[in-house]
């Protein structure tokens, strides 16, 4: 029946439910469900209602349970048990990094050891990609699609979710038009959008590149701080124009700008993550401290628009390996690196260096 929506849009609906506060319940093949919401977006009555249905845990990433010496024995994440007198202030403060200096955790944290964390392990993904913190309160509940369809909730099933959740979704053009631009008059702005409901991308396309020809191109992530309001943190802004600026002075290129703000962790985390700099810690590590990796972007958007423009090799402009290996991996050949350095400010000295020595950027 088309009328009842797919797991795609089951999977949008749950996004949205957990950036709003609202419970999802997951299911699993064995006959296992679990109530999930978001530990950043709960209020204190739902938690209190959550506890009524039996023991919640938190599940927070390995990278977070790190940062609170809590034992992750599910690898990548950890279940952490809460006490039955701890409040929403104690749930929040092990999702989120805010107060870690001034009020570390009172532990050590208990986590749990046994039982299938895969029901988590969805939760956290679909918080990552709500782009809210890595971290959600789960309880077990008895038969999870009654206990939906009588509260109203969102169901998800494990094996029909999981492919989708570690996958992109397919893009497609909604519309181009013409974009009389500073850099050059010839300018055409493409605007593509997932079937997932997510963020849309863009692709800017200088002069009537040969699509039989490598084309300079930039694969640049959305910054809101740096691209529009000038910020002296990174060297955003200027990579931007000085790619647009090479592109119109050669009379050709194509500039995708991908909706990945924050290297994949949202405008909100990243503001979280510039708290945490504040307190000495560098890009890499706050991210950590946060329950991110070090970078959360999927560069693979990037091919599947620049194939569906129909370009297959490009001459990059980039001072990041991750995006080369990413782009000859699927499929579009990198003929050559065109470095990108312009924009170093005193602010931004560390930041650049922290990327050179941990994330592997070129100088
Ligand atoms: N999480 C986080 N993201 C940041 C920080 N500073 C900048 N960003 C984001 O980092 C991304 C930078 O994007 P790019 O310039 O395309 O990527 P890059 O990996 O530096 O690679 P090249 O510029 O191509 O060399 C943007 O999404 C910014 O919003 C930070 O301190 N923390
Ligand atoms: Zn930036």
């Known amino acids: 029946m088309s009328l009842i929506p797919d797991i795609t849009e089951l999977l949008a609906r749950a996004r949205a439910d957990l950036r709003m506060g609202v419970p999802v319940v997951l299911t699993d093949d064995s006959g296992f469900s679990v109530v999930a919401i978001s530990a950043e977006t ?19 990433t390995g990278r977070r349970a790190e940062t609170l010496k809590a034992r992750a024995y599910d690898g990548d994440l950890a279940r952490v048990s809460i006490p039955a007198d701890a409040d929403i202030t104690w749930v929040q403060a092990v999702a989120d990094p805010s107060d870690d200096l001034n009020a570390p955790m009172k532990g050590p944290l208990m ?3 046994h039982g299938n964390a895969n029901l988590h392990r969805i939760a956290i993904a679909l918080a990552k990609s709500a782009r809210i913190l890595p971290a959600a309160v789960v309880v077990p509940v008895e038969d999870g699609r009654a206990f939906a369809v009588s509260h109203g909730l969102t169901c998800i099933d494990h094996t029909r979710a999981a492919p989708h959740l570690a996958d992109r979704s397919a893009l497609h053009e909604v519309v181009a038009a013409r974009l009389p631009m500073e850099v050059s008059e010839a300018g055409r702005l493409h605007v593509f959008r ?73 405008l909100a985390n990243k503001m979280r993550a510039y708290f945490l700099q504040d307190q000495g810690f560098d890009t890499v590590e706050a991210n950590h401290r946060l329950g991110f990796e070090d970078d959360e972007r999927d560069f693979r958007l990037g091919s599947d628009i620049l ?32 470095p990108l350095k312009v924009g170093e400010t005193a602010h931004n000295r560390g930041y650049l260096a922290t990327k050179a020595a941990k994330s592997g950027h070129l100088l």
């Open 42 to 60: 709960l209020n204190p009555q739902r938690l209190a209602d959550l506890k009524k249905l039996g023991d919640p845990v938190v599940a927070i």
């Open 307 to 338: 194939k569906s423009l129909g370009f297959n090799s490009v001459r990059l402009l980039t001072n990041n390996p991750a995006k080369i290996s990413m782009m000859e991996r699927t499929g579009i050949a990198v003929t050559e690196r065109v």
């Open 111 to 113: 986590t749990e050891r």
């Open 194 to 266: 997932p079937e997932d409901g997510g963020e849309e991308h863009y692709a800017v396309e200088i002069g009537r590149p040969d699509r039989d020809k490598p084309v300079l191109a930039r694969l640049h992530s959305a910054c809101f701080t740096g691209d529009l309001m000038g910020s002296l943190k990174c060297d955003c802004g200027p990579q931007l124009r000085g790619a647009l600026a090479q592109m119109g002075a050669e009379g050709a290129g194509v500039l995708l700008y991908l909706n990945q703000e924050g290297r994949g962790i949202g």
